[in-house]
């Protein structure tokens, strides 16, 4: 805690004005496809069945545009910021609630030796150091180490204050905290709020900080070579002013992998917990019906408060170079664990996914992928296909 003190004076002190050199990167990804999709689901001894069949946008990653800048402040610091929207490229519409920048928007300070701070609206720790220890890269919808893991699915925090430090070459180590982290949320059981419909969506109070959903994100990882470990921790805190306060405990989620690069193949672990809520996981595809559990966004929510309510989660995955392409695949299990939730969501989610991908370019590639989950959401008899093709370029 000390050196994280001493770090943060450091950077946030760091402001001598010297002769300066800056650099202004536009960048970007486009990324359609075709997608057919569908979801079975067993109600009241009924058999549900829902397609879809049209145009996805961000499979294997979220389509975006996004400026990347850097100001030489001398002494080996330098002022850094990032901007990035995200948008459907089927319609053109923005993403992420419809804000301008709402994949990113921080300014920070950044030493290469010491480390890094950034303030503003940015991905959590989980979801940030499991990027590559995923082998769909946390792209590929179902697919993706998200659906599993609801604190790795790309979660991000508004109004965050972000420290990453650098312990070894090889280590570095961070914490975060969101001061109003603006995701909706279910509060189950809670007061008025006696059904999983009953949201809430708490925006920034300027004076009544425990009046906002905050969120705390802790992470370390450790590269050298082909290897690869991370660990990640969060936690959320309920605003206080819902009907009789947030639920207590708070909700908890950790997760700890790591990757090994074989050359000839990559082989790709995570375990992990969550305690008393969840995250949103990722959805299951297009089509499912309004009225059905089984939504398009899995809880319809950015998180969710129940007290006692737990799951244990694990991964296994493989990346497998040819050439100029790469095959991938990956197995996901999450169990619920307690008696809390309802018979019919205490089912053992169980994900089998691969991709294959081939490079056109180092900017262009086509990708073609299939992923079947039972038990989705943990929902029993749910049963998901999502299967589709399409190309990604990056600018």
């Known amino acids: 805690m000390k050196k994280f003190i001493a770090i943060f004076l450091v950077l946030a002190c760091r402001l001598t004005s ?32 829902n397609q879809f069949l049209g145009i996805a946008s961000g499979v294997q990653s979220g389509s975006r545009f996004g400026l990347r800048g850097t100001h030489e402040m001398g002494g080996g610091y330098e002022t850094v910021f990032v901007l990035e929207n995200g948008f459907d490229a089927g319609n053109g519409a923005a993403q992420q ?19 890094q701070l950034d303030i503003g609206r940015q991905i959590n720790f989980a979801s940030n150091y499991f990027l590559p220890i995923d082998p769909f890269i946390e792209g590929f919808g179902q697919a993706n180490i998200g659906a599993s893991f609801g604190s790795a699915n790309t979660v991000r925090y508004s109004n965050m204050l972000m420290l990453q430090a650098k312990a070894t070459d090889a280590l570095t180590i961070g914490a975060g905290y969101s001061f109003a982290a603006e995701m909706t949320s279910i509060y189950a059981g809670n007061g008025s709020c006696v059904e999983s419909s009953c949201t809430a ?51 908890t989620s950790w ?15 995570a375990f992990g917990q969550a305690r008393n809520g969840a995250w949103n996981g990722q ?32 991964m296994l995955g493989m990346t497998v170079p040819i050439g100029e392409a790469s095959v991938v695949a990956s197995v996901q299990r999450m169990q619920p664990v307690g008696d809390v939730l309802p018979t019919w969501v205490r089912g053992t989610q169980m ?45």
Do not use: C, W
Not at 26 to 35: E, N, S
Not at 219 to 232: D, E, N, Q, V
Not at 305 to 312: H, K, L, S, V, W
Not at 368 to 379: E, Q, V
């Open 351 to 395: 994900i089998y996914s691969a991709a294959y991908l081939y490079n056109f370019s180092r900017r262009t590639n086509l990708y073609t992928y299939a992923s079947y989950g039972n038990n989705y959401s943990t929902i029993q008899d749910a049963q998901t296909t999502v299967v589709g093709v399409g190309i990604r370029h990056q600018f």
């Open 97 to 115: 609630g419809g804000r301008l920048f709402g994949r990113q928007s921080t300014v920070g300070i950044k030493n290469n030796a010491i480390g």
């Open 18 to 49: 010297v002769q300066a050199q800056d650099d202004l990167t536009v960048y970007g990804i486009i990324d359609i496809g075709l997608q057919y999709a569908t979801v079975n689901q067993t109600r009241d001894h009924t058999v549900e069945r």
């Open 201 to 251: 969506s708490n925006q920034a109070s300027q004076f009544q900080t425990n009046n906002n959903l905050r969120a705390l994100t802790l992470g370390a990882k450790y590269s050298s070579g082909p290897l690869l470990l991370a660990i990640a921790y969060d936690q959320l805190m309920g605003p206080d002013n819902i009907p009789n306060g947030p639920p207590k405990p708070n909700p």
């Open 255 to 269: 997760l700890a992998g790591g990757a090994y690069d074989f050359t000839v193949i990559k082989i790709s672990f």
């Open 283 to 314: 959805p299951a595809g297009a089509g499912s019906t309004p009225n059905s559990p089984l939504l398009d966004g899995t809880l319809g929510s950015g998180a969710i408060f129940i007290p006692g309510a737990a799951t244990n989660s694990m």
